[in-house]
């Protein structure tokens, strides 16, 4: 079994910037390159997530309501200027916090959270 911090920067972190790109050109206008800048990645990054071809796992996180509301909050943050870039690592942990107490990352390294608690996401 993978470690949970593993599991995060392979396929959370991209999925949640999948997320927070869409909200930040979609919903609130950015370009890719300021929404990049924001982020601290790369314009071509920006256009691979916009394209799918990164960060091919949100699908479970955009199931969740709970999730998705924390994506929506910190991307309305981010897009009014409100979040510094210090302050956007703080951002990213507290998304991944909610992700763990959902128990979505479970599933993604093969334990269904029904059954036996997973040592790594129950903490």
């Given at each position: ?56 796992r949100?699908?479970p ?49 093969g ?13």
């Amino acid at each position: 079994m993978k470690p949970f911090c593993e599991i995060v920067v392979s396929s959370i972190l991209p999925a949640v910037r999948v997320l927070i790109t869409k909200e930040l050109v979609q919903t609130y206008g950015l370009s890719q390159t300021k929404a990049a800048s924001i982020l601290g990645i790369t314009q071509p990054a920006i256009s691979q997530y916009s394209k799918e071809l990164r960060g091919l796992r949100v699908q479970p996180l955009q199931t969740n309501k709970k999730v998705m509301n924390a994506i929506k909050k910190v991307s309305a943050e981010i897009a009014s200027g409100n979040v510094k870039s210090v302050q956007l690592h703080e951002k990213f942990c507290e998304i991944c916090e909610k992700i763990r107490k959902e128990k979505i990352v479970c599933r993604m390294h093969g334990i269904s959270p029904d059954a036996a608690p997973c040592d790594f996401c129950f903490r």
